[in-house]
């Protein structure tokens, strides 16, 4: 059971991480976009599980 | 899109740093020399299968006397941020000999929170003991199993079998989940083998090394469950006026459930001792939390806490240097040793080499831990 769990965890975060370079993606201001990318890194991390 | 592209590479650069940074942590390789008392290295996968193979299947050292006698669990790293811990258990493991009795040495009980630093808490990710072949250099660790080993924690923490509800961050918390569960979580079948294997090594006196913050009212104790009250209040009285330095005596609560002083001595025949040193760095009014405040727990923010009466220890300009929690730790089980001998001449455990508080004090932690580049590599172990 908890490696069910485990596994929609990183699947949860992998959708998210999409989500985040989509909206990446559709920016027009700069801000917004590293605003992005820095919000994007830990999911990154976490799906590469190197942290 | 030129735009986008370049900070889609800074984002790139920076994660890459980050992710070198974090990997190499959790993957650096602590090396061990066996001392001379060592006769084998098996793992604690040895004594329950689901852990064989898994980031918590530690080293289990193994000190054994020619004559039989008692046997002694030291266990490290329960908590890797409290390095004091690991360092004496290291020290045992490099340097004892024994003439009866047997000891048996885990460095990295929670071999996963050992991987890891606290989120969100700017640790540095490891730090190095000055020797005179160069140093040697440890990882920092953290309170809690890696995340990447156990996630994502419940709403709810409840304590097996007890029941008892607990913060939920801490069913990653080795020391919260004793006596551990076969069929549990990553920490929870760690400590199931830790008590399995301490079942079945007949192990009769178990002790948890510790370090704890200076406003936390459990301090410069030997925490002892009531199997070892006694002990723990002999060695108590003993330390005070012969080794250079007091350690109080608190009984194991029976309220609060999941502690190894509570739960091994319940679950298991041992009794169950939890040792615990003052260490500034995991104070919550420090200043800059880096390798110098965990080395030398100088800190002026909490000396200026204990002005103000916030304290459980006391704590001064001379802060409370790496070697002098070491030296308490070592000393403190010598003398509970050589005080469980006198009582249980049949069970009793003779060891030497190891360094007392005022060798470690004067000569450092360092110079008692030995150098893997001159070793034997058969002779040589990593955690």
């Known amino acids: 059971m908890d490696t069910i769990v485990t596994l929609l965890y990183y699947l949860l975060t992998a959708y998210i991480a999409v989500l985040l370079v989509r909206n990446f993606l559709k920016r027009k201001n700069w801000q917004e976009e590293v605003l992005y990318i820095i919000v994007l890194i830990p999911f990154v991390l976490r799906l590469l599980r190197l942290k | 899109m030129t735009r986008k592209v370049a900070i889609a590479i800074l984002g790139l650069v920076l994660a890459v740093f980050a992710g070198l940074s974090f990997y190499r942590s959790r993957h650096l390789r602590e090396p061990v020399v066996l001392g001379p008392g060592i006769s084998r290295v098996v793992k604690l996968g040895d004594y329950f299968a689901p852990i064989k193979g898994t980031v918590n299947d530690a080293n289990v050292y193994i000190i054994e006397g020619k004559e039989p006698g008692g046997t002694i669990l030291l266990l490290g790293g329960t908590h890797p941020e409290e390095p004091a811990g690991r360092l004496a258990a290291w020290i045992f493991a490099e340097n004892a000999s024994l003439a009866r009795g047997r000891i048996l040495v885990i460095l990295s009980a929670n071999r996963s929170a050992t991987t890891v630093t606290r989120l969100g808490g700017a640790y540095p990710p490891d730090f190095t003991i000055p020797t005179a072949w160069g140093g040697q250099t440890f990882r920092m660790g953290d309170r809690w199993s890696n995340p990447l080993d156990q996630w994502p924690d419940p709403e709810v923490y409840l304590h097996y079998p007890t029941r008892q509800e607990l913060a939920y961050v801490d069913i990653r918390n080795l020391n919260r989940a004793f006596p551990g569960r076969p ?114 727990g100088k800190d002026e923010f909490i000396v200026r806490a204990g002005k103000r009466g916030l304290l459980f220890e006391k704590i001064d300009g001379r802060g409370w240097p790496i070697d002098v929690r070491v030296g308490r730790h070592t000393s403190t089980v010598l003398q509970l040793l050589e005080i469980w001998s006198a009582d249980h001449p049949d069970k009793a455990v003779a060891v030497s080499g190891v360094p007392r508080y005022g060798d470690v004090v004067e000569k450092g932690t360092g110079a008692f831990l030995k150098d893997p580049k001159a070793a034997d590599p058969s002779k040589l172990a990593y955690e």
């Not at chain 2, 005070?240 to 001595?265: D, M, Q, W, Y």
């Open chain 2, 183 to 296: 069929n549990g979580t990553l920490t929870e079948r760690t400590c199931f083998a830790i008590t399995e294997l301490i079942r079945r090594e007949k192990v009769d006196i178990e002790i948890d090394f510790h370090e704890a913050e200076l406003q936390y009212p459990v301090i410069s104790t030997i925490v002892a469950h009531e199997k070892g009250a006694d002990l723990a209040a002999a060695a108590s009285m003993f330390i005070s006026s012969v080794e250079g330095f007091s350690i109080g005596v608190e009984n194991s609560p029976k309220a609060l459930r999941g502690l190894s002083h509570r739960e091994i001595g319940d679950a298991t025949d041992a009794i169950s001792l939890l040792l615990e040193a003052p260490e500034p760095f995991l104070d919550a009014t420090r200043g800059r939390t880096n390798r110098e405040l965990l080395l030398t």
